[in-house]
């Protein structure tokens, strides 16, 4: 099994729908929990990090964590065409347990049609 | 936000030289420097952890000899591909991890096609 599942999609709504993005994990070390954007051959660009469970909002994006449920969730709302690309979720223990090291998803590719 | 950059962005070479691929944190001092590997559609694979001033970690499977990774100051890491082959063509990003913060910002990846 692997530590973190993400589906692959693909996902494709159309301009200005609610986007709905998760990830589950096994590890009950995960501490911090971050969002990826990436765009076809570039780097992953930061989108939402958190700490812990919880609720965090900027701008259209949400990022919900329920450490319980070992579940987490990016929301996009109004989506964009300019919103196509692929999310990965990673997640982290502490400096002690992990040193940083981010355990990724598999991805989700998105497509926003306009 | 914090910045890294990665140079060169792409690179093409010949079967058997060897290519070094740069990372750099601009406007924060890295501590802590990792180096992924991507193959199409899929996710980051975790290839070494780079620390300033000590021998990189290297996750299992991946050849110490082959990728010489050396991380001489608070804001440069390279990876050396030694001895490239074509199976080595892959995208490879680099991530750095601040000193203060928790957060971990990426390169924007370096394409290497190995002929």
């Known amino acids: 099994q692997k530590e973190v599942e993400q589906d692959p999609g693909p996902l494709s709504v159309p301009e200005g729908a609610i986007v709905s993005l998760n990830c589950t994990y096994s590890n009950s070390a995960f501490q911090y929990f971050m969002w990826y954007r990436q765009y076809s051959r570039k780097g992953p660009e930061l989108l939402m990090y958190?700490?812990?469970?919880g609720n965090k909002e900027d701008g259209r994006f949400t990022a919900q964590v329920d450490k319980s449920s070992k579940y987490i969730s990016l929301f996009i709302r109004d989506s964009q065409p300019s919103d196509s690309a692929t999310y990965l979720c990673a997640m982290s223990g502490t400096i002690e347990t992990s040193g940083s090291r981010l355990t990724f998803g598999e991805g989700t590719q998105l497509t926003v049609n306009p | 936000g914090a910045v890294v950059s990665q140079h060169p962005s792409r690179v093409i070479c010949k079967s058997g030289t060897s290519v070094k691929i740069e990372c750099r944190s601009l406007d924060f001092q890295a501590t802590t420097m990792f180096w992924y590997r991507q193959f199409p559609k899929k996710s980051l694979m975790l290839m070494a952890t780079s620390n300033e001033g000590s021998k990189a970690t290297y996750e299992q499977g991946v050849e110490k000899d082959k990728f010489l990774i050396n991380h001489a100051s608070l804001t440069l890491s390279t990876l050396t591909v030694t001895s490239a082959h074509p199976e080595d063509s892959s995208f490879y990003i680099c991530s750095a991890r601040g000193t203060f913060t928790g957060e971990l910002f990426f390169g924007e990846g370096s394409r290497l096609t190995v002929l």
């Open positions: 958190t700490y812990s469970s």
